[in-house]
């Protein structure tokens, strides 16, 4: 297919090939009603009667030494109602990053700014202890009708743009020998992004998954490197090893502009209403100056305590719905801020103003000042500091209204039935348990704006589970709509993320459920969720996903999130129940609060027939 036909036009003509989620057969969907075409819309030609789907699951027949035991977890069904635009695992750092909300179970304090830690020290909705995060994107009922012209119009003024984690806001405390180095990345950071941006402008009012891809995959690259450099520069200086900054490598497509001119019918709400209240909090690390050797480990002690009482605090916006947590969090803020000026003072000069970073909001209030707002009142702390990315997203607006809707994400939330959460053996052999804070998702939010490679067929009924669909289901009377969803089952054996957040894991041989070479077997998570939608909503229609703007409700979109809270000991007789070929509930008592040092990363990304590899041990 010529390239210039996928750039005429939101519909993106390709073939896809996709595995079906739960078995060996290789099916092939498009996604568009069969034209065809991998088309975001919800208009009809995306709904199909179950029965005209044929059986397309096979499951790899187990060998030998297979492990078929499962282990189920109960983690409710979101009933306490913790709904984000957040997206941890793919976005991190980019708070509504998601553009569209999702059902969150397990963790109550996750955000997109969450550490490891303070996963770890989180409550959760998960029976017996299991802390981990599973989450995934809403569905609605809307009655109204749904126009591809929408969509066409919204996207025909839009600029294509990249959306980066911030690095400034996610190191650690930067030594003064380190600082003009950090510096310097990071304003070659700022330069790659803003390039980026530049190219993506050309693709102006139209989507080219390819020509995205090979803008990201640039980027990917010199920010791997850059971020690699700043991580060495810090080590060196005497900082000590950086972690968590390899999820700060990716960057993503942006079609913000399209919701300027997308319906939003919560708009003008005065109720106003936001999916679960998050704290906001002015940053602090990109407040800092060059901090003393002598203060570094204190500094980062007290950054983290800093994000600490963050994490305490939206985890009591999930079980309170209340902000009067504000007044006793701005003040441990300030006890905070105050010791690391007081350890910078002790062997340079004390900064001046930090206090003024202490003051937090709630979503759904007054913003919280801005870094901008900020920067007179921390003139002197900030002298030497570098100001935040420019060319990173800000954050877009909370979901409004009493249905929480986002431009073009409206109508009324369907809350699971039920959540069916299972680790479950592989069909080759033995299973290790996994890492602890591995981090995993299944599907792509963007087949229209990133290809297809990574979705995956997700949608059937119940009673009808030997078939998977990539449009959405009109189920027979009776009968629960469904999206089965399965997790790679395959680990390279050392990281806990990766640069792309997928290259870490694998799925396992469709036939053979065999891993790939360098690869061993985990539990495979398997997350299916069912629905009570009206015979005459799913008739008409009327029922989709959450989405980016460039997917408009596109079922191929469809996703699921996790972060591993198990603790290791959780983990271990997950594996040891898989491996015995049992089939047990979680039963054990609360996880462990120790976190595992995970070992040094390495990157391997396929660039068409080349490899890049590039080492990025120690972030």
Sequence with gaps: ??????????RITMAVAAVAATGALTAVFVSGGGKGSADASTERDQFVRIEKVQPN????????RASTGTFTVDCGTNRNGKFSPDNPVAQPGITNGAEHVHDFVGNLAITAISSDADLAASGTTCKNGDRSSYFWPVVRIDRTVRSRAETQHALASTTPAVTCPDVRDRLPAVPVRARRAVDSRL????????DANTRMATGKGRVDADFNESVLTALRTQRAQLIKGISDSIASAGGGRTTGLLSLVECDTNYDGMHASMRHTAAGVKAMQVATQQVRCPAVRDRLPGVPSQAVNDVNRDLAELDRQISEANERLVTTRGNAILGTLNARRTAVLDRISTAIGRNAARPQGLEKLARCTVTGENPAPTATATATATATATATAPQPSASSAAALPDPQGPNLELPNNTGGIVRPASVLIQYRGNAAGKVVPMPRFLRELTGDAKPTSRGPANARA???????TDRLSDKYPICPPGQQVQRVQDFPGCWDGTNIDSTNHRDHVAFADTTTGACKKGFVA????????????????????????????????NPFSDHNDFINVNSARQMQRIAACINKNQNLPLTSGPPSARTDDSAPFWWVSAQGSASITVNLGGL
């Excluded at 297919?1 to 939101?10: C, L």
């Design 1 to 10: 297919m010529r390239k210039e036909s996928r750039r005429s036009a939101v």
């Design 57 to 64: 699951v096979v499951d790899p027949r187990p060998g030998r």
């Design 187 to 194: 304003a070659q950071i700022d330069r790659a992004n803003a």
């Design 458 to 464: 997700t949608w059937t009924c119940s009673g009808f």
């Design 522 to 553: 985990i539990p495979q998570l398997r997350i299916t969720l069912s629905y009570k939608i009206p015979q005459d909503v799913q008739v008409a229609g009327q029922y989709a996903l959450d989405s980016f703007p460039e997917e408009d409700h």
